[in-house]
């Protein structure tokens, strides 16, 4: 194990710090790029041909996850650090609850994030919601508007809260109070952050699962962008999820534009791609977002057929959706929150009435938008410990010695 630990950290040394993908900032959308469906048809052909039946699909999803933890260094078996939770703040909103929350998803490093929770008592569905790259037109560094922070995340999560579900968003690395370790928002930009941003959304579960009123059977997903990657990744590598929601994400034909999400070679894993990782969630209950504006344009005549065939190996074509809305732009806006709400109520047994109107309309009227302080962690009030990790070197030592077992 020593020996496999040094050969990941000499990669993680001398290739994670800068990535291979193009930064953030140039992944921003073009309307020139054109997303060929004759091209996808013929990707997702060729892959249904390795697996025409139940038993030949579960070894190929075998062997391409197996893949995927190689390449991105977790060790699933490993001796998992305890979390040592930190709970502060706690508010009291119109049918649902918000506190600032912290967990060690490493030792010495420290995963920040709300939790929502319903006012009502009793078992709930726990739900992750990853963030994505969406920014504001003025700033793209407002913290107002960044990763957890967005109005978009909030509205999300504590509608999700009001029907029901607890419900916690997480920074993913190196973006918000996680540059606090980190020490730079550019560390994001590299591959080791789709290695431990998976990990951290594998150990919020862990999370949510160590809270007495999270009910085991139903652990949900759901994210957009960058945020719909780590939807179908981490879904694809944990089977606690039982039902997820990608949005804006799933495609035969793009990858993704942050090294965050493609900055390592998973798609080499048997040349597979974001469909087909998307299908991994098979047979459990999917629901895909697109629109007419990004790569997923392409879903309803590629991807969806595609995923309905997977599912059908099962007998459960009925259990995965798709929602296109061929008018929309590549965001997590209402129009798509409003079909995951339905999503998740139907499959989880929330309560869809808590967030509607008179006419059965999605109404978040109710829900309060707070400022990105309200919601921080560490504070001068509640500082980080001493002995938490402070630079993104020191953070990936630390990975790669508790991935090895040592």
Same mark, same amino acid.
């Given at each position: 194990?020593?020996?496999?630990?040094?050969?990941?950290?000499?990669?993680?040394?001398?290739?994670?710090?800068?990535?291979?993908?193009?930064?953030?900032?140039?992944?921003?959308?073009?309307?020139?790029?054109?997303?060929?469906?004759?091209?996808?048809?013929?990707?997702?052909?060729?892959?249904?041909?390795?697996?025409?039946?139940?038993?030949?699909?579960?070894?190929?999803?075998?062997?391409?996850?197996?893949?995927?933890?190689?390449?991105?260094?977790?060790?699933?078996?490993?001796?998992?650090?305890?979390?040592?939770?930190?709970?502060?703040?706690?508010?009291?909103?119109?049918?649902?609850?918000?506190?600032?929350?912290?967990?060690?998803?490493?030792?010495?490093?420290?995963?920040?994030?709300?939790?929502?929770?319903?006012?009502?008592?009793?078992?709930?569905?726990?739900?992750?919601?990853?963030?994505?790259?969406?920014?504001?037109?003025?700033?793209?560094?407002?913290?107002?508007?960044?990763?957890?922070?967005?109005?978009?995340?909030?509205?999300?999560?504590?509608?999700?809260?009001?029907?029901?579900?607890?419900?916690?968003?997480?920074?993913?690395?190196?973006?918000?109070?996680?540059?606090?370790?980190?020490?730079?928002?550019?560390?994001?930009?590299?591959?080791?952050?789709?290695?431990?941003?998976?990990?951290?959304?594998?150990?919020?579960?862990?999370?949510?699962?160590?809270?007495?009123?999270?009910?085991?059977?139903?652990?949900?997903?759901?994210?957009?962008?960058?945020?719909?990657?780590?939807?179908?990744?981490?879904?694809?590598?944990?089977?606690?999820?039982?039902?997820?929601?990608?949005?804006?994400?799933?495609?035969?034909?793009?990858?993704?534009?942050?090294?965050?999400?493609?900055?390592?070679?998973?798609?080499?894993?048997?040349?597979?791609?974001?469909?087909?990782?998307?299908?991994?969630?098979?047979?459990?209950?999917?629901?895909?977002?697109?629109?007419?504006?990004?790569?997923?344009?392409?879903?309803?005549? $590629? +991807?969806?057929?595609? #995923?309905?065939?997977?599912?059908?190996? &099962? *007998?459960? %074509?009925? =259990? $995965? +959706?798709?929602?296109? #809305?061929?008018?929309?732009?590549?965001? &997590? *806006?209402? %129009?798509? =929150?409003?079909?995951?709400?339905?999503?998740?109520?139907?499959?989880?047994?929330?309560?869809?009435?808590?967030?509607?109107?008179?006419?059965?309309?999605?109404?978040?009227?109710?829900?309060?938008?707070?400022?990105?302080?309200?919601?921080?962690?560490?504070?001068?009030?509640?500082?980080?410990?001493?002995?938490?990790?402070?630079?993104?070197?020191?953070?990936?030592?630390?990975?790669?010695?508790?991935?090895?077992?040592?």
């Amino acid at each position: 194990m020593l020996k496999y630990f040094c050969i990941l950290l000499l990669i993680a040394l001398g290739f994670f710090k800068k990535g291979s993908g193009p930064s953030i900032e140039k992944s921003v959308l073009n309307p020139s790029l054109k997303y060929d469906s004759s091209e996808g048809q013929k990707k997702l052909a060729k892959l249904l041909s390795h697996y025409p039946d139940q038993k030949s699909w579960e070894l190929r999803k075998d062997s391409v996850r197996q893949c995927f933890l190689k390449t991105m260094g977790i060790n699933l078996a490993v001796k998992r650090n305890d979390l040592k939770p930190v709970f502060h703040s706690k508010r009291t909103m119109d049918g649902y609850t918000v506190e600032n929350v912290a967990f060690e998803s490493i030792p010495g490093y420290f995963v920040c994030g709300s939790l929502y929770k319903p006012l009502a008592k009793g078992k709930h569905p726990g739900i992750i919601c990853p963030h994505g790259h969406f920014y504001n037109n003025k700033d793209h560094f407002l913290q107002d508007e960044r990763g957890r922070y967005r109005p978009d995340m909030q509205y999300r999560c504590a509608g999700l809260a009001r029907m029901g579900a607890i419900v916690f968003d997480y920074d993913m690395y190196s973006y918000g109070e996680s540059t606090l370790q980190s020490g730079d928002f550019k560390y994001h930009e590299t591959g080791f952050a789709l290695s431990l941003q998976t990990w951290n959304s594998i150990r919020a579960i862990d999370f949510l699962l160590s809270l007495p009123d999270v009910d085991a059977k139903r652990i949900g997903v759901t994210g957009a962008s960058g945020g719909g990657t780590q939807t179908f990744i981490v879904t694809a590598l944990d089977n606690r999820i039982k039902a997820s929601c990608p949005v804006v994400m799933v495609s035969a034909t793009f990858s993704g534009g942050c090294p965050c999400e493609s900055g390592l070679p998973i798609h080499a894993c048997g040349q597979t791609n974001n469909a087909e990782i998307a299908a991994m969630a098979a047979p459990r209950p999917q629901l895909v977002v697109s629109d007419g504006s990004d790569w997923t344009k392409t879903v309803p005549e $590629v +991807e969806f057929p595609y #995923l309905k065939k997977v599912y059908r190996l &099962y *007998g459960q %074509s009925n =259990r $995965v +959706e798709n929602v296109h #809305l061929p008018n929309d732009h590549h965001d &997590y *806006g209402i %129009s798509k =929150r409003e079909p995951m709400y339905r999503f998740f109520a139907k499959n989880f047994g929330l309560d869809l009435k808590k967030i509607s109107d008179k006419d059965g309309g999605i109404d978040e009227s109710s829900i309060r938008i707070e400022k990105a302080a309200d919601q921080y962690v560490f504070t001068k009030e509640f500082p980080m410990p001493a002995y938490a990790l402070k630079t993104h070197d020191d953070i990936m030592k630390a990975f790669y010695l508790l991935q090895s077992g040592n």
